[in-house]
């Protein structure tokens, strides 16, 4: 069947007028980000009741204020799965979060559906409707949208408020409601989607096997190039791809013609970006601590505790029939059992769930410890 593209501004308006009034609308947007740092909106899909929209943000001269104030309005829930990219996206693109959010897939954890259920899965166990595939990983920024992406769009939202009906009522008969609510306003939270350049040498990890010093200059070069990357709307890999960053901090070339010799160091990358790439290596190092190292092996007192956390957490899921995962993960374990603090760890609902039983293991822990160690 044909579909609609709204992709004029009397349609827009009209559009934002018939759901300034709902009180529940689920969205969802479609996105390319192959060849840039940023995500590019290609299509904002919104419903409401029987309603369905595809909006087309890729017109030119189409103001999507209104749209914007849409999805910023306080008095309307709005409905998503698996929001966050579609958060960052919206955050980019227009600089509004879609609050207050529902995220059906946070909702379907707390439901025990599983920790990451994705949206077909869900439509299928909640209504038995099977959703056509096959036009995922198309190009959304090509026009014309064909039919068939139209009608993928259309179902990417068609399922949403009904869902979230269900869902609500679930969660309220389990007193959980609120823990969705909780999970899902995290997300729309702007700083997990500020990149910090300073920090971006986290996100490699090919240092571990380096010098302390060379360490120190990946880490320069790591923060050069999540600059460059976002100064030309680049893939971080596009600019230079970490083994060939790992290299060149390996190799500390002192001059263009060094940098040239590095393993895998493109002639047009020396030609463009060369000398900035150098001066990177030549900024003074005040310190000569180690920025990644391998994590020492957990004492034989430490894995016991490790057992004692993951069978209460175990417990407690079972218990709440829910993931573990949805709790706590096992990294979450193993940063408690290496002395990080259980309430920076175990953060909202969860703490009142797991997190003190959590704390009250590792303090008797701790007191058995200074108990032997007096002995």
Known sequence: MPHHLIDTQKDVDDVCRKLADAAVIGVDTEFLRV??????????????????????????GLSLEGLWSLLAAPGIRKVMHAARQDVEVLLHTAGIAPAPLFDTQIAAGLLGYGEQIGYAG????????????GVQRTDWTRRPLSDAQLGYAEND????????????????????????????????DPALYQADPEQAYRRVGRGAHLKPRAQ??????????????????????????????ASIAASQPRSIDELRQVAGMRPDVVRRDGRAIVDCLEKPVTTVERLWSKPESLSDEQKALRTRLIELLGTRAEKLGIAEAVLATRSDVEKL?????????????????????????????????????GN
């Open 35 to 60: 060849r840039t740092y940023y995500p590019r909106l290609a299509l904002i899909q919104v419903s409401a009741g029987n309603a369905i929209y595809c909006i087309d943000p890729l017109v030119s």
């Open 122 to 133: 869900l439509v299928e166990a909640e209504f038995g409707v099977v959703l056509p595939k």
């Open 337 to 373: 059992v290496r002395g990080n603090r259980p309430e920076e760890v175990i953060l909202g609902w969860r703490w009142e769930v797991v997190g003190r039983a959590m704390q009250d293991v590792l303090s008797g822990a701790g007191r058995l410890s200074g108990s032997a160690g």
């Open 157 to 188: 939202v068609r399922y949403l408020p009904p869902l979230y009906g269900r869902m609500k009522a679930g969660l309220e008969a389990l007193d959980r409601l609120e823990w969705a609510l909780e999970d899902s306003k995290r997300v729309l």
């Open 216 to 245: 120190h200059g990946l880490k320069q070069l790591c923060t050069w190039r999540e600059r460059i990357a976002r100064e030309r709307d680049l893939p971080r890999h596009w600019v230079l791809d970490d083994e060939t960053l």
